[in-house]
């Protein structure tokens, strides 16, 4: 399969944890793409990255988010001292520069006791 | 933010019937797109209408752009069980081309 891929599909976690997850784009994209979805929400825009550079962030990440992108391929995003207010779906999907549509990986369903 | 407003937020239909969800936007979008996201699954983009007025059809599905490019809808004629899920339209915007999604239509679709 050379779709989107993420790692971990569920992640549990205490309060105050640190967390992060991994996105393995479509091998030739070079647009990523982090959203986070609760339930009943469609997803939200966090952050864009075009190879390796981090291009734009929502205001929805806060201090306490932190994605990289260092070879311009997998991508990873921290959550530092999580609460339980960040628990829901991070998705990430990936596109071509100069192609609108974006492909989404299975996402990680993150849970904060 | 410029958000995308999306109606109902809940439809159940008897399978056989038809089903549509509207989408509205108080600026004029440059584009629209449809996503599906099945019980469980993720965003699995379905088409992208660009024009004013534009109709493109999948099978029993039908995309609609309006006019003022303010409004999209979609279409389902004869609902299938395989039809389930939620549909999110989304708007393109910025310079990284991020979507801003509408909160979706709930799809229940009674065998």
């Known amino acids: 399969d050379t779709g989107v891929s993420q790692d971990p599909r569920h992640k549990i976690t205490k309060r105050g944890q640190n967390v992060t997850f991994r996105c393995d784009p479509i091998s030739e994209h070079n647009r990523l793409y982090w959203y986070r979805q609760t339930l009943g929400q469609g997803p939200e825009f966090l952050t864009y990255f075009q190879n390796e550079a981090q291009l734009e962030k929502s205001r929805l990440l806060s201090d306490r988010f932190s994605a990289e992108r ?24 990936s596109s071509l520069v100069g192609a609108e549509t974006q492909y989404f990986g299975p996402g990680t369903r993150l849970l904060v006791l | 933010g410029q958000q995308v407003m999306q109606i109902p937020q809940y439809q159940h239909v008897q399978e056989g019937e038809d089903f549509t969800t509207y989408c509205n936007s108080s600026t004029t979008l440059s ?14 983009f379905l088409i992208q209408l660009v024009k004013s007025g534009e109709v493109k059809k999948q099978k029993r599905l039908t995309f609609q752009f309006g006019e003022a490019k303010k409004n999209s809808s979609l279409h389902i004629t004869a609902t299938q069980t ?30």
């Open chain 2, 31 to 44: 584009n629209i797109q449809w996503y599906k996201q099945r019980p469980g699954g993720h965003p699995v």
């Open chain 1, 70 to 93: 260092p070879k311009g391929s997998f991508s990873t995003l921290e959550i530092q001292r999580t609460e339980q207010g960040d628990s829901a779906m991070y998705l990430c999907a």
């Open chain 2, 82 to 111: 395989t039809d389930v899920g939620t549909y999110f339209c989304a708007r393109v915007s910025g310079s990284a081309r991020q979507l801003t999604f509408g909160s979706g239509t709930q799809l229940t679709v009674l065998p």
